[in-house]
């Protein structure tokens, strides 16, 4: 069981927008940054946004981040078959005093 | 070019101790945090502490309280976890990854684990 919430899976067309969701509390989404990872099957994850809703160099601007109270998303626009892989967003836990992870949502480009 | 390069896969009995190497490159090691994380098979990622190169300040997970070391080498910009008292649970990939930091006047600012080593196969079997 993952301190925060994501959905397991979600779906799309190529060329739709899609968005993923991240539910936590006031311990870590609440009062600290969402981060966003990318990870395709049998590599390391990448990082695709940083403190809410920043984007590293190089991630196209077709992936975006929010983040509303204790819950976050991350929105895909212009959905594209190689955008197909696991998504996790992570924040820090004060509670905790560590960082956690959703339970990651497998994304499928239809 | 930025790289964090890992030791190879490794075999352990239960019970026994694990030590996995980062062997980092092409950035100023002491300038960014140490973060490992691990996946088990089929599974989420896992964040297990961090590391700051610089001062060796460590934290960690409550769950490997007591079971997880880590250590660096600044000389040879390595940093290294150590788990101990392993179970067949721990079988998983463990991956380190860097991330910037900037010393704030309230605590640190972080900016995400941005470059990520290829991952250390930890299986634990009798």
């Known amino acids: 069981q993952s301190v925060l919430t994501q959905p397991p899976s979600a779906s799309g067309t190529p060329g739709q927008r899609v968005t993923i969701s991240c539910s936590g509390s006031n311990s870590n989404i609440g009062d600290n940054y969402v981060y966003w990872y990318q990870q395709f099957p049998g590599t390391a994850p990448k990082l695709l946004i940083y403190?809410?809703?920043q984007r590293p160099s190089g991630v196209p601007d077709r992936f975006s981040g929010s983040k509303s109270g204790t819950s976050a998303s991350l929105a895909i626009s212009g959905l594209r078959s190689e955008d197909e892989a696991d998504y996790y967003c992570?924040?820090?836990?004060?509670?905790?005093?560590?960082?956690?992870f959703g339970g990651g949502t497998k994304l499928t480009v239809l | 070019q930025v790289h964090l390069v890992q030791s190879g896969a490794e075999v352990k009995k239960p019970g026994a101790s694990v030590k996995v190497s980062c062997k980092a490159s092409?950035?100023?090691?002491?300038?960014?945090?140490i973060n490992w994380v691990r996946q088990a098979s089929g599974q989420g990622l896992e964040w297990m502490g961090w590391?700051?190169?610089?001062?060796?300040?460590?934290g960690h997970a409550q769950k490997f309280q007591g079971r997880v070391t880590m250590t660096r080498n600044t000389s040879i910009t390595t940093a290294y976890m150590e788990l101990s008292s392993l179970r067949s649970e721990d079988t998983a990939v463990y991956y380190c990854?860097?991330?910037?930091?900037?010393?704030?006047?309230?605590?640190?600012?972080?900016?995400?684990?941005?470059?990520w080593g290829q991952g250390t196969m930890v299986t634990v079997s009798s």
């Open positions: 992570a924040a820090w836990d004060d509670s905790l005093s560590g960082r956690v």
């Open positions: 590391m700051n190169p610089n001062s060796g300040d460590t």
């Open positions: 403190r809410n809703n």
């Open positions: 990854a860097r991330e910037r930091f900037k010393v704030g006047l309230l605590g640190n600012h972080y900016y995400g684990m941005d470059v």
């Open positions: 092409g950035y100023t090691f002491t300038n960014y945090e």
